[in-house]
C-alpha cells in the first residue's frame, strides 16, 4: 500500500491539497498568525519555490522568515543519500523547508509529511505545490496511525515537543516508539534537538524555546511542556526506545542554521583540530540578542582539548538504526563538512574535509548546479578549487591578545601589519586612477583578508579559500579597506570592551590605520571603496534591502561613536560586587545592633539585680494586680 492509498482511508483531501481529518487537529503550534499568514502569502506569490531558491532569499526580513526560508536549513541533510529510502515520513513539517528539500532530493521517493497546524500544513503544501511525490497530512503525530512502513523517518525540532501531545509517564520514549513502529525492518530514523546543556546556554543565551536564561541547564523544565537533553540522557532515551545504533553528528553552531557538520571521527583526529573549526561559527541568541559571558571561540578549543565538544555542542544531529545499519552507508568516509550558503544559490558551496593519500584535504564544489554566464561586465568571477588541509593557527586567533595593551588601537595597528607586509610583497605595478597613482595586487587576492590567513609551523602566512578574482585592477588600498571592515565588523564587541575606539568611529580606526601605513584615506576614498564592496556583495548575495538602504547601514557603521562597552561578565561581576558590598554593610550593621542588644541587656540584668529593683518588687506586683482588677469593670 502507497502512502495515498492509505490517507484515503482515513482523511479527506481540501482544496488546499492537505489531507485532514474531519475533525480540527489538536496541536497547534504557531509562530504567530500574522506571520504564517503573512509567509503562506509569500510563498503562494512565489515563481521560483526550489531550495536556496534567490527569490526567497530576499524575502528573509525578521526571524521566523530567516528560518523558514533561509538555504541554510538545507544543510542539515544535504551530505546524506536520502534518495535510496523509498517511503520517507516527516513528522513536523513546520512551514516546509526540509519537506521541499526531501522531495526536490529524493524525486522518486513517496514523502509524507506530517503537522499538527492547519495553517503550517498549508505552508507546506503550497511551498511544495508542484512537487507530485509530497503528499501533506494535518493531524497530531500522536493520533496518527500508519499502516505504511517507512525507511526513513525525520523529527527535525519534534522530539522536545513530546510531552505535549503524548500523555504518559515517559512521552518522549513513547513518542519514538510509536516512530519506531511505522518503520520497515531496516528503517532509519533521524532526529535534530538542541543539547540542553550547550556552551551557548552556559555562555547567557536564552533556551531556544522559553526565552530564559539558564532555563535549560538549570532544569527548570515543566511537566507536560517542551523539554531537551544532553547527550548521554538522549542516546539512552533512544536505546530505551528500541533502537539498535545510535550515531551522533554535530552541527554548528546549531541544527536550526547549521554551517558546519562534524562527525564523531572529526572529534578524535589530532590533525584535523574540531574545536579551532567550531569556534568560527558563533551561536546566536534567537530571542532575546543578550550579550555573552565570553568568548565561545576560546572555549571551543578548550573543550575538544578536554574531550568535552561533544557533550557541550549547541545541538545534535541523530541517526538511530532499526537494524544495524551506520550513517558511512549514507554518506561516505569524511571528518566534516562546511557549507557557504549566505549568497546567491549559484555561489553556494559544500566543503568536505577528509583523508586522503595526500594526507588532510579539502574538497570543494557547488552545493547546487546552476546555470551561469561569465561577463566581462561581472565585477569578480567565482573559482572553485580543492586544497590541503592547512595545520596552524587563524590569523583572527592573535586578536584578543593584540589588543589587551595600554593602547588598544597600537595593538590593532601591529596585529594588522603582518598581513599588511604579506600584501605589499604581492605589490605588481601602479596604474593610475582619477590622477593619482595607485598600488595593485594580483586580482585572485581579492579574498585575502585576516580572515582567511593561517599561520603554519614555520610561522609563515598561508592563504586559504581563494574564491574570488576581481575583474578591474585591485588596488592594495581597497584589499586593506575591505579586510579591516571585516575584522571590525566580526570582533566589534571585543573591540568595544578593549576601548579600541573611545568615542571614536571605525572611520577614524581606519583612517589611523592607513596612516600608519603610509595609506591615503579620506571622504572620498572611502565612498569609492564603500562603493566597490556595495557592487561585490549586491553581485555575489541575496539582499531584502534596497543599494541605497545597504550603504546606508554600512555608512552608519563607519560613522558611529563607540565608548567602551562593558562585557557581560564585567557586568555581572560590577553587580555582584555591588551586592557583596550591600551585604557587607548590612552585615556590618546586624553587628552594631547585635552591640547594641548586648548593651541593653547588660543593664537589664544590672537593675534586675540591685537592691532598689528587690525593693520595689512588691509595689510592681500590687500595680499588676489593681489592673488585672480594674479592666474587667471597665469594659
Excluded at 128 to 140: G, Q, T
Aim: charged share 25%; glycine share 6%.
Amino acid at each position: 500500500m502507497n502512502a495515498v492509498a492509505m490517507l484515503q482511508k482515513i482523511y479527506q483531501q481540501n482544496s488546499t491539497g492537505v489531507w485532514r481529518r474531519s475533525e480540527e487537529s489538536n496541536f497547534d503550534y504557531t509562530d504567530g498568525k500574522e506571520v504564517e499568514e503573512r509567509l503562506l502569502r509569500l510563498l503562494k506569490s512565489a515563481k521560483d519555490l526550489s531550495l536556496a531558491s534567490d527569490e526567497l532569499q530576499r524575502m528573509m526580513i525578521d526571524w521566523p522568515s530567516e528560518y523558514h526560508l533561509t538555504p541554510l536549513r538545507a544543510n542539515l541533510l544535504s551530505s546524506f543519500d536520502l534518495k535510496r529510502f523509498p517511503k520517507i515520513l516527516e513528522i513536523g513539517s513546520g512551514c516546509g523547508a526540509i519537506t521541499r528539500q526531501l522531495g526536490e532530493k529524493c524525486p522518486d521517493s513517496e514523502i509524507l509529511s506530517l503537522d499538527g497546524s492547519r495553517r503550517r500544513a498549508e505552508i507546506t503544501r503550497a511551498r511544495c505545490r508542484e512537487l507530485k511525490n509530497v503528499e501533506v497530512c494535518c493531524d497530531s503525530f500522536a493520533n496518527f496511525q500508519s499502516q505504511v512502513y517507512f525507511d526513513l523517518i525525520t523529527m527535525i525540532g519534534v522530539l522536545e515537543y513530546s510531552p505535549s501531545f503524548f500523555d504518559s509517564v515517559n512521552p518522549v520514549v513513547e513518542a519514538m516508539e510509536h516512530a519506531r513502529n511505522m518503520l520497515s525492518e531496516d528503517g532509519v530514523m533521524v532526529i535534530a534537538i538542541e543539547n540542553q546543556l550547550g556552551l551557548k546556554y552556559f555562555n547567557g543565551c536564552s533556551e531556544d524555546h522559553t526565552g530564559k536564561i539558564f532555563w535549560g541547564v538549570n532544569d527548570r523544565y515543566l511537566p507536560d511542556t517542551i523539554r531537551t537533553f544532553g547527550k548521554a540522557e538522549l542516546q539512552s532515551l533512544i536505546k530505551e526506545a528500541g533502537f539498535e545504533r545510535v550515531e551522533f553528528l554535530y552541527p554548528f553552531p546549531d541544527y536550526k542554521l547549521p554551517q558546519l557538520l562534524l562527525r564523531e571521527e572529526a572529534l578524535n583526529d589530532s590533525v584535523f583540530r574540531a574545536g579551532i573549526i567550531a569556534g568560527q561559527y558563533p551561536s546566536r541568541d534567537y530571542i532575546c540578542n543578550g550579550r555573552k559571558l565570553f568568548d565561545e571561540s576560546n572555549a571551543w578549543k578548550v573543550l575538544e582539548r578536554n574531550g568535552m565538544l561533544a557533550d557541550l555542542s549547541n545541538s545534535f544531529l541523530v541517526f538511530a538504526f532499526n537494524g544495524k545499519g551506520r550513517v558511512e552507508d549514507l554518506t561516505g568516509q569524511w571528518l566534516a563538512k562546511t557549507f557557504t550558503s549566505r549568497r546567491k544559490k549559484k555561489y553556494h558551496i559544500e566543503t568536505t574535509f577528509l583523508r586522503s593519500t595526500r594526507g588532510l584535504v579539502a574538497q570543494k564544489c557547488p552545493s547546487y548546479k546552476v546555470a551561469g554566464e561569465s561577463s566581462d561586465e561581472h565585477p569578480v568571477k567565482h573559482h572553485i578549487d580543492d586544497s590541503p588541509y592547512v595545520w596552524g593557527t587563524l590569523y583572527s586567533e592573535r586578536l584578543g591578545e593584540a589588543i589587551s595593551v595600554e593602547k588598544p588601537i597600537d595593538g590593532f595597528i601591529n596585529y594588522l601589519t603582518p598581513w599588511f607586509d604579506y600584501l605589499s610583497k604581492q605589490t605588481q605595478k601602479s596604474y593610475i586612477s582619477k590622477g593619482e597613482e595607485q598600488k595593485v595586487v594580483p586580482k585572485i587576492l581579492l579574498d585575502c583578508t585576516p580572515a582567511n590567513l593561517i599561520w603554519n609551523e614555520q610561522h609563515e602566512l598561508c592563504l586559504i579559500d581563494q574564491e574570488w578574482e576581481c575583474i578591474q585592477p585591485l588596488e592594495i588600498g581597497f584589499l586593506l579597506f575591505r579586510g579591516i571592515y571585516r575584522e571590525l565588523q566580526s570582533h566589534i564587541e571585543i573591540l568595544e570592551q578593549s576601548n579600541l575606539f573611545n568615542g571614536r568611529t571605525c572611520f577614524d580606526v581606519v583612517e589611523e590605520t592607513f596612516s600608519h601605513f603610509d595609506m591615503q584615506f579620506d571622504d572620498e576614498t572611502f565612498l569609492r571603496y564603500v562603493t566597490q564592496e556595495i557592487n561585490f556583495q549586491m553581485f555575489v548575495g541575496c539582499w531584502s534591502e534596497t543599494r541605497d538602504e545597504i550603504q546606508h547601514i554600512m555608512e552608519s557603521f563607519f560613522r558611529k561613536r563607540r565608548e567602551q562597552r562593558r562585557s557581560s561578565g564585567d557586568v555581572l561581576q560590577c553587580d555582584l560586587d555591588g551586592v557583596l558590598l550591600e551585604l557587607d554593610g548590612a552585615g556590618k550593621h546586624i553587628e552594631q545592633l547585635y552591640s547594641d542588644l548586648a548593651q541593653k541587656t547588660e543593664c537589664i540584668n544590672h537593675y534586675s539585680k540591685s537592691w532598689s529593683w528587690r525593693i520595689t518588687a512588691p509595689l510592681r506586683f500590687g500595680g499588676r494586680l489593681v489592673r488585672r482588677i480594674v479592666s474587667p469593670c471597665a469594659k
